[in-house]
């Protein structure tokens, strides 16, 4: 079973950084993508990052390129979220997700298999 498991969510500042933590299990990771969605309040869930396992590619919503990260360490089937300059509009439940692949579309119309989401909170 493909299990993804979110951890890093907590509290930050107008400004701050947090980073975002995925374990996936249950693939193969060198070849799937995997992604990071949110979901604010009273809002649908978005995609805002995802990253292919076989070549490295990114993609990103344009709200957040120049200020995320998404990285992998296919070794230890982990995928990261470097969350920089840090806005209150970035406050959601952030979940790790995975597909066959990563691409513009599946940020736009979803990926198969999500994990259970952390909070993130950003104050001013």
């Known amino acids: 079973d493909v299990q993804l498991q979110a951890s890093g969510g907590g509290l930050a500042q107008v400004g701050g950084s947090l980073k975002l933590s995925c374990a996936a299990s249950?693939?193969?990771?060198?070849?799937?993508?995997v992604g990071w969605f949110r979901q604010a309040p009273g809002k649908e869930r978005v995609g805002v990052a995802c990253i292919n396992g076989r070549d490295g590619s990114e993609y990103y919503e344009d709200a957040v390129k120049g200020r995320f990260t998404i990285s992998s360490d296919n070794a230890k089937n982990m995928v990261y979220l470097q969350m920089n300059s840090l806005k209150p509009e970035d406050t959601a439940v952030y979940y790790c997700?995975?597909?066959?692949?990563?691409?513009?579309?599946?940020?736009?119309?979803?990926?198969?298999?999500y994990g259970k989401g952390t909070q993130v909170t950003v104050s001013s």
């Open positions: 997700a995975a597909d066959w692949m990563c691409s513009g579309s599946q940020l736009y119309y979803g990926m198969d298999y």
């Open positions: 249950g693939f193969s990771f060198d070849t799937y993508g």
